[in-house]
């Protein structure tokens, strides 16, 4: 009888996976894809949504354009994974069964328990959220004056904070909208627990961008009006966006798998195997066991990686072969601020940090790399430009 792989989720961990599943399978094994959404979404470039949101057409990828005919798609939220009879719920109440299931479903936005962060905050997960922050920076511009222009929060300043911020930044210029941003960060520098000179860098092209850098104190608590920071700064705003952290997607906690007690993250060794020999854990989803003492880092460029051995281990599992062990090989961080680019200890280039039109191309380059690789290169060609 043949063996069905369920693969959750289609962002670049599911997306990559089923890719490479379709390839080293080749038929030998059925493939269904598990998504809430009918599309890949390029996540790591949505912020571009918030300037311009047109750029959505150039990063969002329909899944039937993705897989091959032989696998299917279904759309739906998954409510429960039940390992026991290997089964896993859905939202509508349907279920799928399988013999090997790979989670990669992503992760949820932490709020820490900050009294009123939730309820008063946008995120940016989805196409759809990137798309809110732009219809409410708008809206809020659209009701403001130079006298009293809209105030524009954004929590947290690792890759997506910088990155959201910058693109409000090119928002507010480009529309010489009335808008003064702040960025929120609770550590001592932008970009934390990173190199001092990249954090510098990136600090100079936020400033350049006239947004207002609040480091060192912690957001406390938040109203519908005022964020208040440490014991003593209140900023009151009109759109607050929190970027501050992730955690595991309430599915996870179903799952008898062991898991991250604090975020509910599934552990993973370093094939991808959890607790469960037929269940393997990738992205965000997952803490994925490395050498030494920290697990991979939950970013796209480790979840492309991933997504190629994964897929070739449960080939081998199904095939009754000895699994590969991943580890992550970090090729360098690019951080766009705007317009403007900085490129952090990319792999073969004799420069440790740098900016200019050579770390803009560079980023470019990498988004429309992952594009050429999910639908192919006419599409990357078409999108190059707005990354």
Not at 52 to 78: H, L, Q, Y
Not at 97 to 118: H, K, P
Not at 157 to 168: D, P, T
Not at 254 to 265: G, I, L, P, Q, Y
Request: some cysteine; hydrophobic content about 40%.
């Amino acid at each position: 009888m043949t063996d069905d792989v369920v693969v959750l989720g289609s962002g670049y961990a599911g997306t990559g996976a089923v890719k490479k599943l379709e390839s080293e399978l080749d038929g030998e094994a059925d493939v269904t894809w598990v998504s809430d959404v009918d599309h890949h979404l390029v996540l790591h470039e949505s912020h571009r949504c918030i300037r311009d949101p047109d750029v959505k057409e150039k990063i969002t990828f329909d899944v039937n354009e993705i897989k091959s005919p032989a696998t299917r798609f279904v759309e739906g939220r998954v409510e429960s994974i039940d390992t026991d009879d290997r089964r896993v719920t859905l939202a509508d109440d349907s279920t799928i069964e399988y013999d090997y299931l790979l989670v990669g479903f992503g992760s949820r936005t932490a709020f820490f328990g900050i009294d009123g962060l939730e309820e008063h905050s946008l995120t940016l997960k989805t196409l759809e959220d990137a798309l809110e922050i732009h219809d409410e920076v708008g809206r809020a511009a659209r009701e403001a004056s130079r006298s009293d222009p809209a105030q524009v929060v954004v929590g947290g300043a690792g890759l997506s904070g910088i990155q959201s911020a910058g693109e409000i930044a090119e928002f507010r210029d480009n529309h010489r909208a009335p808008i003064e941003i702040h960025l929120v960060e609770g550590l001592d520098n932008v970009f934390p627990n990173n190199d001092p000179v990249v954090q510098a860098k990136l600090r100079k092209l936020l400033e350049e961008k006239d947004v207002e850098i609040h480091t060192g104190e912690f957001i406390g608590e938040v109203d519908e009006e005022t964020v208040y920071v440490g014991d003593e700064k209140e900023l009151d705003y009109d759109v607050l966006l929190w970027t501050g952290g992730i955690t595991g997607q309430a599915a996870a906690e179903t799952a008898d798998v062991d898991k991250d007690e604090r975020s509910n993250r599934i552990e993973a060794a370093t094939d991808f195997q959890t607790s469960d020999e037929r269940v393997f854990a990738i992205g965000d989803a997952a803490i994925v066991d490395q050498p030494g003492d920290n697990p991979a880092p939950p970013t796209a460029q480790a979840a492309w990686q991933a997504a190629d051995v994964a897929g070739e281990n449960i080939a081998r599992s199904i095939r009754g072969q000895p699994l590969e062990e991943w580890t992550y090989d970090d090729k360098g961080t690019l951080i766009s601020v705007g317009e403007k680019a900085v490129a952090h200890n990319v792999k073969g280039l004799p420069i440790d940090t740098f900016g200019g039109p050579a770390a803009k191309a560079l980023k470019k380059t990498v988004a429309a790399r992952w594009i050429r690789r999910v639908n192919g290169f006419a599409d990357a060609a078409k999108a190059f430009p707005d990354m």
